[in-house]
């Protein structure tokens, strides 16, 4: 007998685990769109921050959604909307295909300010291979997706991310998807760009620079990981050399760290015509990092991988420079990129180079190949 009572209190016991253990990991799902549980991302982010909804968090995107101001997630803990939030990692994914999250307003239009375990998935049901899910703004001085104030482990994957910030690098507001800067004490780190497809929004008001990052003194984001991406027909035709006016895809500047580059493809799908004079186009171009993996990315063509027919750059004169890394890199691994399948002429008669890969500093050591 006792030892069928300690049987069962055992059994019990592991029932009582079991359904804690299913309590612990419970996630709360809720809908976004018209009549959903909520109808815009911002109202969604809004009952995170407030506390309203907690723990790990599913939102399924059901229908297109327009954003008439910034939709901004703070980090767990936050306490400035009438509550605290408490949550341990947001997912966002869309139901039903062909869907868009867009706005035009002068600020992010999705802000990850020291939001934290953030999933951007743009997938039907977070599964599949396919790419079902924009996201678009038409603002020409901000980014589409931020960055900032200790924002970290997120991802963004499988979505099309569209912008037309022309802000120029060098500045904290430059950049599409934009790694910014930092109040808090360790920088914007360990945040992932994947599988996504990332253009203009707008064919006239092309970006200035797709992917930027400018840190804090102290506080460099870290750990940038950019894989399996397509970056297209987004340069800026305009590239002039005044007032430093020039276009990349991607750009790191100050207290940026270490970054993974790799598996990327850049092209331009139909002839491109420069109307500036003297500005410069660079693909990829990285300044004051420590180590950085840049490898496996395709350059040129109109479709991925160097596919297609050439990319036809035709106008003024403009330099190009497909990968470019500076001198406060101490371990560059750049290896396997493919530098194929472009037509570059310059009209004006003047200085302007065409360069493949440019590393440059006092003492580089390194795999470059």
């Given at each position: ?32 769109g018209t009549g959903a549980n909520y109808t815009t991302l911002k109202a969604a982010f809004d009952a995170i921050n407030a506390g309203t909804i907690t723990g790990n968090i599913e939102f399924q995107i ?308």
């Open positions: 007998m006792k030892s069928i009572l300690k049987n069962r209190g055992y059994i019990f016991l592991v029932a009582i685990m079991m359904l804690c253990g299913n309590i612990i990991s419970a996630q709360t799902v809720k809908t976004v059901t229908t297109n959604i327009t954003e008439s101001v910034s939709a901004v997630l703070y980090q767990s803990g936050y306490t400035g909307s009438g509550g605290t939030s408490d949550y341990s990692s947001v997912k966002i994914y869309p139901t039903v295909s062909g869907l868009t999250i867009s706005g035009s307003f002068t600020a992010p239009l999705i802000n990850l300010n020291g939001a934290d375990n953030v999933t951007i998935d743009g997938r039907i049901n977070a599964e599949g291979g396919i790419n079902n899910l924009t996201i678009i703004s038409s603002n020409t001085n901000n980014p589409t997706i931020r960055f900032i104030n200790d924002a970290s482990s997120n991802t963004i994957k499988y979505a099309t991310i569209k912008g037309s910030n022309s802000n120029i690098f060098f500045y904290e507001s430059a950049g599409v998807i934009q790694f910014s800067n930092s109040t808090n004490t360790t920088g914007n780190d360990n945040n992932t760009i994947d599988n996504c497809n990332l253009t203009t929004a707008s064919e006239a008001n092309r970006p200035r620079v797709m992917v930027y990052s400018y840190g804090s003194s102290g506080k460099n984001n870290d750990n940038i990981t950019i894989s399996n991406c397509n970056f297209f027909d987004h340069l800026n035709k305009y590239t002039s050399g005044s007032g430093g006016v020039f276009s990349e895809a991607i750009g790191y500047n100050q207290y940026t760290g270490s970054t993974t580059i790799i598996n990327n493809s850049f092209y331009e799908t139909q002839p491109f015509t420069c109307t500036g004079t003297g500005g410069a186009i660079t693909l990829i171009k990285i300044e004051c990092i420590s180590t950085i993996n840049i490898s496996g990315n395709y350059i040129g063509g109109t479709g991925p991988g160097c596919s297609g027919t050439k990319w036809i750059k035709t106008g003024n004169n403009n330099a190009f420079t497909a990968i470019q890394a500076g001198s406060s890199i101490s371990a560059p691994i750049v290896q396997n990129n493919v530098i194929n399948n472009i037509s570059w002429t310059n009209t004006n008669i003047g200085f302007a180079t065409w360069t493949g890969l440019q590393i440059s500093g006092n003492s580089v050591t390194g795999t470059i190949d």
